[in-house]
């Protein structure tokens, strides 16, 4: 079982930058992916950024790249997301999630077996 928790969210303008932290209660071993997904109210959760615990291989959704950077240090258990030039359209619930057995869907809420309570994000414009 591993426990993740968010932190980082708060309100910001246009342009701004957060970063959002995720602390994971255990270590991932090099089986794990893990990722950013948001969500608003009403809708479905998206993707926004998946990184494997071994070699650090990242993937963003072509909304948020070139403006997010997703990193991991894994002697801390942490997972960030660098969130520049943000918009009013990056207003979400950011959340945090892992997970090693369904790597198929990895761009998929179902690919993941661990998640974090969520930040709220909020751009104003």
């Known amino acids: 079982q591993v426990r993740l928790v968010e932190s980082g969210g708060g309100s910001v303008q246009a342009g701004g930058s957060l970063r959002l932290s995720c602390v994971a209660s255990?270590?991932?071993?090099?089986?794990?992916?893990m990722a950013w997904f948001r969500q608003n109210p009403g809708m479905e959760r998206q993707w926004v950024a998946h990184?494997?615990?071994?070699?650090?291989?990242?993937y963003y959704a072509d909304s948020v790249k070139g403006r997010f950077t997703i990193s991991l240090d894994n002697a801390k258990n942490t997972l960030y997301l660098q969130m520049n030039s943000l918009k009013p359209d990056d207003t979400a619930m950011y959340y945090c999630?892992?997970?090693?057995?369904?790597?198929?869907?990895?761009?998929?809420?179902?690919?993941?077996?661990?998640w974090g309570q969520g930040t709220q994000v909020t751009v104003s414009s």
């Open positions: 999630a892992a997970g090693r057995s369904r790597p198929w869907l990895r761009l998929q809420e179902q690919g993941y077996d661990y």
């Open positions: 990184i494997y615990i071994a070699g650090s291989i990242a």
């Open positions: 255990a270590s991932t071993d090099s089986g794990y992916y």
